[in-house]
């Protein structure tokens, strides 16, 4: 942690071109890190799944069946794997989006450090812009997991974070 400390201190020092550079590379690496993922969702088949994912969890010190194993233990605490539409538990989703969309707004905060920053329709660009191909990136990355793992699995990882977050409360 202090290595990351100490390499963000020296690239913020060493002057905003560096930091645009390094977030120029970040930006790549990230669109890289997307393709990849969509590759893999949607040419994985989805029978190949619970098998793949109980063999990560085997390399990974876990139980050789951990796909069931989860499943089980979300229906024992009374987990519906197939629930009825809920429009309340799809609107208190917005705050998650939300924190996944700030981002693309973020330069409006720097604006006296961004090229053009003083014209309107640049910013606009900008703001909409990252809104736009954000919200694309995240939807197919929604529908890839869903295509993979199914809405059940989804419930069970749903349950699992729950049951483990609840206890910090």
Not at 23 to 36: E, K, M, P, R
Not at 131 to 153: H, K, M, Q
Request: glycine residues 8%; positive net charge.
């Amino acid at each position: 942690m202090r290595t990351n400390a100490l390499i963000s201190l020296v690239l913020l020092v060493s002057g905003f071109k560096n930091y645009v550079r390094f977030q120029h590379v970040i930006w790549w690496g990230t669109l890289l890190a997307f393709a990849v993922m969509f590759f893999v969702l949607f040419t994985t088949p989805a029978t190949a799944f619970v098998e793949r994912l109980n063999a990560f969890a085997v390399a990974s010190g876990g139980a050789p069946n951990f796909y069931e194993t989860a499943k089980a233990a979300a229906q024992a605490q009374g987990v519906d794997l197939n629930p009825p539409f809920n429009l309340l538990a799809t609107l208190l989703i917005a705050p998650i989006a939300w924190t996944l969309l700030q981002w693309a707004t973020y330069s409006a905060q720097q604006n006296g450090e961004i090229k053009d920053a003083k014209s309107f329709q640049s910013q606009v660009f900008i703001m909409v812009g990252s809104l736009v191909v954000t919200g694309i990136l995240l939807a197919l990355l929604a529908v890839g997991i869903e295509r993979v793992a199914g809405s059940e699995f989804l419930y069970v990882v749903g349950a699992g974070y729950s049951a483990s977050s609840s206890c910090r409360w």
